[in-house]
């Protein structure tokens, strides 16, 4: 398989992959309509970082130990889930009313800050251990003989993030018209249930998964 012939077939499996519902959809759709544009491409780009933090990992040969790691993964895994688990429940029994209650929510200082959204979307990423397991088993498939290991597989992983970013784009784009549509009081208090047990789903997921 030629440079050309792997790159060509990993933008391609890629980008199905990518497309595919799972939670960072779920995040990035829920934080564009509730939230605002500006808040999902946060998370968007905090979830983006994750999967170049996973790539640099796998590259440098730390994804393959996780893999073989029982512990490490199990330890991983369920700090993801509680992770999941405390997003969903505070969505579930925090329901909003309005679009303007979020700020003004006591005890939670500077958790609705831009850069809260961001570390959001890369903790959601980081403790989801099978994101590295996952690169660990996908990524070497694409790289062609004779090309250096390490900084191809980061190379790839820089590509699969390029993909999720337009595709996060898209998302955010396509949620606009939904977002005016929350700003009835029962919507917006339906969504944030919806999505709280979606994550706690994920989270569930997550915690019963296996290497």
């Known amino acids: 398989m030629t440079m050309t012939q792997s790159l060509v077939a990993f933008v391609l499996a890629a980008g199905l992959l990518t497309v595919t519902p799972g ?17 999902a491409a946060l998370a968007a780009i905090g ?39 405390w997003l969903g429940i505070a969505l579930v029994r925090r329901p909003r009313s309005g679009l303007a209650n979020e700020a003004a929510r006591p005890g939670r200082p500077g958790w609705t800050s831009g850069r809260a959204w961001l570390v959001r979307g890369l903790l959601t990423n980081l403790l989801n251990p099978k994101v590295g397991v996952f690169y660990v088993t996908f990524l070497p498939q694409f790289v062609p003989a004779g090309a250096p290991v390490a900084a191809y597989t980061f190379a790839l992983a820089a590509v699969h993030v390029l993909l999720g970013l337009l595709w996060c784009a898209l998302l955010i784009g396509a949620s606009a018209p939904l977002g005016r549509a929350l700003a009835r009081p029962a919507l917006l208090r339906a969504m944030d249930r919806l999505t709280g047990s979606l994550f706690i789903a994920f989270g569930v997921r997550l915690a019963l998964s296996r290497q």
């Open 47 to 85: 979830i983006n970082i994750g999967c170049l933090v996973w790539g640099a990992a796998v590259a440098l040969g730390l994804g393959a130990l996780l893999a073989a790691s029982e512990t490490g993964y199990a330890l991983l895994k369920w700090a993801g889930a509680c992770y999941l688990f």
């Open 23 to 39: 939670l960072d959809t779920a995040m990035v759709l829920r934080t564009s309509t509730v939230e605002g544009p500006r808040r």
